[in-house]
């Protein structure tokens, strides 16, 4: 099954709710960054709920996800767009942890809980969206609901999970995410906390065959109108000619000591990790392209 993202709305329009299933996109997060099972979780959860915020854009419009709590994983970053294009990495994806006192991956261990999540909108206006919140929890999917409660003024509930294999490969991975609109009755509310403290968490759920219609189905009371479904991939934005301009952003001196030096340069992209090989010779025309700008 291709993994996508299902949005639905219910009482009017006064809650809007999103489903999805990842697990393509976090196993081809696992295998790209060969990373430990606590930092797939990591990634997968970021991942997920960023694709989800990609999906609630228009057009061209895309975001990026900066999460940096102080902890052994560094920071995890997280890039998505409207068209369901996500990727993301984790600066130490091999960090590894022993489980929690709950027998979980100890997602809040590798991440961190002293520090901030970031969400940078690239809308297509002059300046992007920038919003910001403190860590809460480290466990990413309370620290989103706070983001979107504080920063975006959307009080909204965050379900996410990735169940992780013996074999590091990713089994399951998904989410949902139910937001209330002003006029919401408490009655209302309290149906839906009270439903979700009955989900035992959503990767069980998705393991078992149930699919994120049903989760959302379950959820919300009264008539669930589902609407666009959008499926979504990894996909990786990097290209040589974009390398090419990071490497003459460096300025001659130091092209010329790359060339001299090291005999030419390797780049790595962060996010899939493709590599990319300059020799001497493609340095030496980056610095002839400098030597005509000037
Ligand atoms: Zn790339």
Redesign the pocket.
């Known amino acids: 099954m291709n993994d996508y993202i299902v949005r639905a709305t219910a009482l009017d329009g006064k809650i809007r709710a999103f489903g999805a299933v990842t697990t393509n996109l976090v196993n081809e997060l696992q295998h790209r960054h060969q990373a430990s099972p606590v930092v797939t979780a990591a990634m997968g959860r970021a991942a997920t709920v960023g694709a989800v915020m990609g999906i609630m854009l228009k057009g061209n419009d895309r975001l990026t996800i900066q999460i940096k709590g102080g902890g052994p994983i560094g920071q995890v970053v997280v890039d998505a767009n409207a068209k369901g294009e996500v990727?993301a990495y984790a600066s130490n994806p091999q960090v590894d942890l022993p489980l929690n006192a709950g027998g979980k991956l100890d997602v809040a261990g590798a991440v961190g809980t002293d520090g901030f999540l970031n969400v940078i909108k690239d809308l297509g206006l002059k300046e992007p969206y920038r919003g910001s919140v403190e860590l809460v929890s480290g466990e990413l999917g309370e620290d989103f609901a706070y983001y979107f409660g504080q920063s975006e003024q959307t009080p909204s509930v965050v379900g996410v999970g990735v169940l992780v294999d013996r074999d590091y490969s990713v089994k399951t991975a998904g989410g949902f995410i139910v937001q209330v609109m002003p006029g919401v009755s408490d009655e209302d509310l309290t149906y839906i906390e009270t439903e979700l403290a009955k989900i035992p968490n959503v990767t069980s759920l998705l393991s078992e065959g149930t699919t994120p219609e049903d989760i959302i189905q379950q959820l919300i009371p009264g008539e669930v109108r589902f609407l666009e479904r959008t499926e979504i991939a990894f996909t990786?934005?990097?290209s040589r000619d974009r390398l090419e301009s990071v490497l003459i952003s460096l300025g001659e001196a130091e092209l010329r000591s790359l060339a001299e030096e090291n005999q030419g340069a390797e780049l790595v992209?962060?996010?899939?990790?493709?590599k990319y090989q300059f020799t001497v010779e493609d340095l030496e025309s980056l610095i002839d392209v400098l030597g005509k700008k000037d």
Do not use: M, P
């Open positions: 990727r990786c934005t990097c992209c962060s996010f899939c990790k493709e």
